[in-house]
């Protein structure tokens, strides 16, 4: 069996609107070849085979720095199209979309510094539409999750965090192995870490 091949092309920019602050935008293409996938969309133990090319083209934009002293954010968008190029079954035909790549991508994370020893941060995270598989029978909804973190230093060697993922308890689905393999997302789940500096 022939080995998968990766072509991949790009070319972006970045702009340092401030010493703090940046922009950075990029363009690029992704050829695959030889890539294997399962042999039945609908039998998530069915054995892979060669699926012929892909080609994924896309564009990418991020901003991320110090807006104040005391305020930050990190945002990015990606639109990505990838497709099939050649007919491989009469499921898996040129111009299927990729599976579990939405066209539209994109997150919102910002964090405020009250005092030095205290932090708060809320994220958007979004997902468009999905498709579970290869034959594109099976579509997976977009979703909007909230999420959110509270930091604190209890002593300058000890650091409380505290993480809220899916805030709003979303429904949602994460990612699909097959048609018939989908996995939820998690509902609102609370991680607590403490660390210690020696």
């Known amino acids: 069996m022939a080995p998968e ?65 005391q305020l930050s954010m990190v945002g990015a968008y990606t639109y990505s199209d990838g497709t099939f190029l050649d007919n491989v079954s009469g499921t898996v035909q ?17 964090r405020f510094d009250p005092i030095e020893q205290l932090g708060a941060a809320l ?26 973190a509270v930091y604190f230093d209890i002593a300058p060697e000890l650091s409380l965090q505290v993480n809220v993922e899916n805030i709003l308890g979303k429904r949602y689905y994460l990612y699909a192995h097959s048609n018939n393999n989908i996995t939820p997302g998690s509902p609102t789940a609370v991680k607590v870490g403490l660390s210690a500096k020696f």
């Open 5 to 69: 091949k990766f072509q991949n092309y790009e070319i972006g920019a970045k702009w340092d609107i401030l010493p703090t602050f940046n922009l950075a935008a990029a363009i690029y293409q992704l050829d695959r070849d030889n890539v294997l996938a399962l042999s039945d969309p609908n039998n998530a133990a069915s054995p892979t085979v060669p699926i012929g090319r892909q080609r994924t083209k896309g564009i990418e934009l991020s901003a991320a720095g110090s807006i104040t002293k």
């Open 94 to 110: 040129a111009g299927n979309i990729l599976p579990n790549m939405p066209k539209h991508s994109a997150s919102l994370w910002t």
């Open 123 to 148: 994220g958007v995270i979004y997902q468009g539409k999905r498709y579970a598989s290869t034959d594109n029978c099976v579509a997976m909804p977009g979703y909007t999750r909230l999420d959110g």
